[in-house]
């Protein structure tokens, strides 16, 4: 085969892509991965989950420091920070992990190719890049090209003060006051990051709460921690109309619909993200789009049988790890396996303080399914590691469904909340009962101990609760 002819071309090398394309090697195929970025990771590596989780370190340590310390007996007078230096930090954990990617191509036999991929034929793209065009021809394909921020038409992204995750991400400067359309995820993350650090944070959110994909009690205990840590939020509300001058924005805005004119010197837009299929020629060579979204069979076959599409450009949620799974599945599909994904065991994480984390059905989705469903709910302030680490707040809900009383949901807020829930991704997996968990011998002190007692309190046998 000539270096221009592959067994498999992957286009997009964040999650989905890179895990696909290092999976396909790994099974014997001859790999190329296209990127139309000068880094590979895609957003989640470069501008995503990993640039905002290393600010919100830095920015939850600071405010530890600032608000925890003195409680937990450390004395440091006026506890102050280093923007640059934090910013200059994430950039290196991302010049690592892409770095880190890299490699791993390499060591793979993975072709990368730096260019923007569009397809001139069902076999055949047509790569530009910055030395000019170049033809790559395949048996197979992989759609990995992820999503981007949707824009408000009033607003239109500058990336400077008004600014999609990838802006805010990048500001130069901690701004005196920031609004926030859309309190969803990247909404509430962001938000937390500038708050902690001294700005005047308003988030405007349409529905009447935030991150509304989450089972309800931790979007109202999400609600009611941010607000008192100091963020505003203006529910049922709708931004209709900016004005810009400079870096002061005035935005009209109805609030329970009544119009107010709130100001800020950042504006983040983050109402949702939409699949990245333009501009591939998709339509072209009749590969079925769906307002945007391509449309994929339960093996990720496009209505072009040899083209496979992963990740956030089809159905399901905008996640990092459920592109990575399907990146590996499909990669397996493609050489002949029985290989697919779980959609009932992806969880769901928020990254604030106190963390968010979901896994299966909420609790209203079970019931609305007319699932027979005990619930289990216990607060980490019966915890005792939680108490020893003076961080109480939150608790741990799960739902058990059936005769068996099999775990088909599990909801935390609190700390560590983001590495707790990983427990149930094989309870759920593996259809545990609630018996099994609150019967397992779990460590002691251990934060842990909130989930067994949970299925306990859902049982009507735990020990720790009233
Ligand atoms: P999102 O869908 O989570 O939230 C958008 C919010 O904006 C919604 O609450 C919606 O009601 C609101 N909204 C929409 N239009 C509005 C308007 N005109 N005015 C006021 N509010 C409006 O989308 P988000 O936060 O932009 O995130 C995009 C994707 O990225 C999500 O699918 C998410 O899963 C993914 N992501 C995941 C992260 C994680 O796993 N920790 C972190 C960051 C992003």
């Avoid at 290092?22 to 296209?34: D, E």
Wanted: aromatic content about 4%.
């Amino acid at each position: 085969m000539s270096d221009t002819k592959f067994d498999i071309v992957v286009i997009g090398s964040g999650p989905g892509g890179y895990v696909a394309a290092i999976r396909a090697a790994q099974l014997g195929f001859k790999v190329a991965c296209i990127e139309k970025e000068k880094t590979l990771g895609g957003t989640c590596l470069n501008v995503g989950c990993i640039p905002s989780k290393s600010l919100l370190h830095s920015s939850e340590s600071y405010s530890w420091l600032k608000h925890e310390a003195e409680q937990n007996g450390i004395l440091c007078q006026k506890p102050s920070f280093d923007f640059d230096k934090m910013q200059s930090n994430k950039e290196e954990v991302v010049k690592g992990l892409t770095q880190g990617v890299a490699s791993l191509f390499k060591h793979n036999n993975i072709t990368a190719i730096q260019g923007k991929a569009k397809f001139v034929s069902t076999h055949m793209l047509e790569v530009t890049s910055k030395d000019g065009k170049s033809i790559i021809e395949a048996t197979n394909f992989i759609l990995a090209t992820g999503s981007e921020p949707i824009p408000l038409p009033f607003l239109p992204f500058d990336e400077k003060t008004i600014v999609s995750s990838t802006g805010a991400l990048a500001l130069k400067n901690v701004p005196k006051k920031l609004l926030v359309i859309g309190g969803g995820v990247i909404g509430v993350e962001l938000a937390s990051v500038y708050n902690r650090l001294g700005s005047e944070v308003t988030i405007i959110e349409m529905l009447d709460q935030i991150c509304a994909g989450m089972d309800d009690a931790i979007s109202k205990g999400l609600l009611q921690s941010l607000k008192k840590q100091g963020i505003t939020f203006h529910l049922k509300s709708k931004a209709t109309e900016a004005k810009v001058k400079k870096e002061k924005i005035q935005l009209k805005v109805l609030i329970e619909d009544k119009s107010q004119t709130v100001e800020g010197n950042v504006v983040l837009v983050a109402v949702g993200r939409r699949p990245y299929s333009f501009g591939l020629g998709l339509e072209e060579i009749n590969v079925k789009l769906e307002k945007g979204v391509v449309v994929v069979d339960n093996n990720f076959r496009t209505t072009q049988k040899h083209i496979f599409a992963i990740g956030d450009l089809i159905d399901g949620p905008m996640l990092a790890h459920k592109a990575s799974e399907e990146g590996y599945a499909v990669a397996e599909i493609i050489a002949g396996k029985n290989t697919a994904v779980n959609y009932l065991a992806i969880p769901n994480i928020i990254y604030t303080h106190p963390e968010g984390a979901s896994i299966g059905l909420t609790e209203k989705e079970a019931r609305s399914k007319n699932l027979d469903i005990v619930v289990g709910n216990v607060s980490f302030r019966g915890n005792s590691r939680a108490r020893c680490n003076l961080d109480t707040e939150g608790f741990v809900k799960v739902i058990g469904a059936g005769p068996k009383r099999h775990l088909v949901g599990m909801h935390i807020m609190g700390a560590q909340a983001s590495e707790l829930i990983n427990s149930a991704v094989v309870a759920i997996e593996k259809q545990t009962t609630l018996h099994e968990i609150a019967t397992s011998l779990i460590g002691h002190p251990t934060l842990s101990e909130s989930i067994k007692e949970a299925c306990g309190a859902a049982l009507k046998c735990a020990v720790h609760s009233l």
